[in-house]
Protein backbone atom coordinates (compact mmCIF):
# COMPACT_ATOMS: atom_id res chain seq x y z
CA UNK A 1 0.00 0.00 0.00
CA UNK A 2 1.22 3.21 -1.06
CA UNK A 3 1.32 5.22 1.61
CA UNK A 4 3.00 8.04 4.02
CA UNK A 5 3.07 7.70 7.94
CA UNK A 6 3.47 10.75 9.88
CA UNK A 7 4.78 10.77 13.51
CA UNK A 8 5.97 13.09 15.98
CA UNK A 9 3.48 15.46 17.08
CA UNK A 10 1.94 16.30 20.17
CA UNK A 11 1.47 18.71 22.86
CA UNK A 12 4.60 21.52 23.45
CA UNK A 13 4.60 24.97 25.11
CA UNK A 14 5.51 27.92 23.07
CA UNK A 15 9.08 27.94 22.67
CA UNK A 16 9.33 24.11 22.30
CA UNK A 17 10.30 22.22 19.80
CA UNK A 18 9.27 19.00 17.85
CA UNK A 19 11.00 16.86 15.25
CA UNK A 20 8.27 15.35 12.81
CA UNK A 21 8.76 12.29 11.07
CA UNK A 22 6.83 11.26 7.60
CA UNK A 23 7.78 8.23 6.75
CA UNK A 24 7.18 6.39 3.11
CA UNK A 25 5.68 3.01 2.65
CA UNK A 26 5.64 1.12 -0.27
CA UNK A 27 7.59 3.04 -3.06
CA UNK A 28 10.86 4.72 -3.21
CA UNK A 29 11.14 7.90 -2.01
CA UNK A 30 13.87 8.99 -4.02
CA UNK A 31 11.72 10.35 -7.23
CA UNK A 32 9.50 13.05 -5.36
CA UNK A 33 9.59 16.04 -3.67
CA UNK A 34 8.01 16.03 -0.52
CA UNK A 35 6.17 18.13 0.95
CA UNK A 36 4.97 19.10 4.74
CA UNK A 37 0.93 20.89 5.21
CA UNK A 38 -0.84 21.45 8.27
CA UNK A 39 -4.62 22.39 8.98
CA UNK A 40 -5.57 24.10 11.76
CA UNK A 41 -9.67 23.37 12.91
CA UNK A 42 -11.93 25.65 10.03
CA UNK A 43 -9.14 26.52 7.99
CA UNK A 44 -7.86 25.05 4.77
CA UNK A 45 -4.53 23.12 4.47
CA UNK A 46 -1.87 25.38 3.86
CA UNK A 47 1.28 24.78 2.76
CA UNK A 48 4.62 24.65 5.46
CA UNK A 49 7.51 23.33 3.33
CA UNK A 50 8.86 21.47 0.61
CA UNK A 51 11.88 19.83 -0.20
CA UNK A 52 13.27 18.92 -3.59
CA UNK A 53 13.38 15.58 -4.74
CA UNK A 54 17.78 16.21 -4.57
CA UNK A 55 17.44 17.84 -0.92
CA UNK A 56 18.68 21.00 -3.00
CA UNK A 57 15.90 22.52 -3.12
CA UNK A 58 13.47 23.89 0.08
CA UNK A 59 11.04 26.15 0.44
CA UNK A 60 9.39 27.49 3.68
CA UNK A 61 5.97 29.36 4.39
CA UNK A 62 6.69 33.01 5.47
CA UNK A 63 5.01 31.83 9.17
CA UNK A 64 7.70 29.68 10.03
CA UNK A 65 10.92 30.76 8.01
CA UNK A 66 14.05 30.88 10.61
CA UNK A 67 11.98 28.39 12.48
CA UNK A 68 11.88 24.93 10.96
CA UNK A 69 13.74 23.18 9.00
CA UNK A 70 12.82 20.21 6.53
CA UNK A 71 15.78 17.31 5.84
CA UNK A 72 15.30 14.24 3.90
CA UNK A 73 16.86 10.89 4.31
CA UNK A 74 16.10 8.87 1.20
CA UNK A 75 17.72 5.70 2.46
CA UNK A 76 15.86 6.08 5.56
CA UNK A 77 12.46 6.55 3.31
CA UNK A 78 11.82 9.32 5.79
CA UNK A 79 11.42 13.44 5.57
CA UNK A 80 11.50 15.09 9.19
CA UNK A 81 10.58 18.43 9.71
CA UNK A 82 12.45 20.10 12.91
CA UNK A 83 9.88 22.86 14.27
CA UNK A 84 11.91 25.31 16.72
CA UNK A 85 10.36 28.36 18.73
CA UNK A 86 7.01 26.89 18.07
CA UNK A 87 4.09 29.17 18.20
CA UNK A 88 0.32 28.51 19.53
CA UNK A 89 -0.34 29.37 15.97
CA UNK A 90 1.53 26.27 14.85
CA UNK A 91 -0.95 24.25 16.34
CA UNK A 92 -2.47 22.18 13.64
CA UNK A 93 -2.39 18.43 12.36
CA UNK A 94 0.70 17.66 10.41
CA UNK A 95 0.79 16.24 7.09
CA UNK A 96 2.88 15.09 4.38
CA UNK A 97 2.29 14.21 0.77
CA UNK A 98 4.51 13.66 -2.83
CA UNK A 99 4.78 15.89 -6.04
CA UNK A 100 6.00 13.46 -8.88
CA UNK A 101 8.26 15.89 -10.23
CA UNK A 102 12.07 16.77 -8.74
CA UNK A 103 10.56 20.35 -7.48
CA UNK A 104 8.46 21.89 -5.44
CA UNK A 105 4.87 23.14 -6.24
CA UNK A 106 3.10 25.74 -3.58
CA UNK A 107 -0.23 24.27 -4.83
CA UNK A 108 -1.63 21.84 -2.58
CA UNK A 109 -3.49 20.36 -5.31
CA UNK A 110 0.00 19.22 -6.75
CA UNK A 111 0.39 16.53 -3.92
CA UNK A 112 -0.61 13.45 -3.31
CA UNK A 113 -0.62 10.29 -1.16
CA UNK A 114 -1.25 12.27 2.19
CA UNK A 115 -0.78 10.64 5.42
CA UNK A 116 -3.49 10.40 8.40
CA UNK A 117 -1.30 13.34 9.84
CA UNK A 118 0.43 13.88 13.03
CA UNK A 119 -1.81 16.83 15.79
CA UNK A 120 0.73 19.65 16.87
CA UNK A 121 -0.45 21.70 19.79
CA UNK A 122 1.17 23.97 21.28
CA UNK A 123 -0.30 25.65 24.50
CA UNK A 124 0.87 26.77 27.73
Known amino acids: QLQFVESGGGLVQPGGSLRLSCAASGFTLDYYAIGWFRQAPGKEREGVSCISRSGGHTTYADSVKGRFTISRDNAKKTVYLQMNSLKPEDTAVYYC?????????????????WGQGTQVTVSA
Open 97 to 113: ARRPYSYCSGNVADYAY
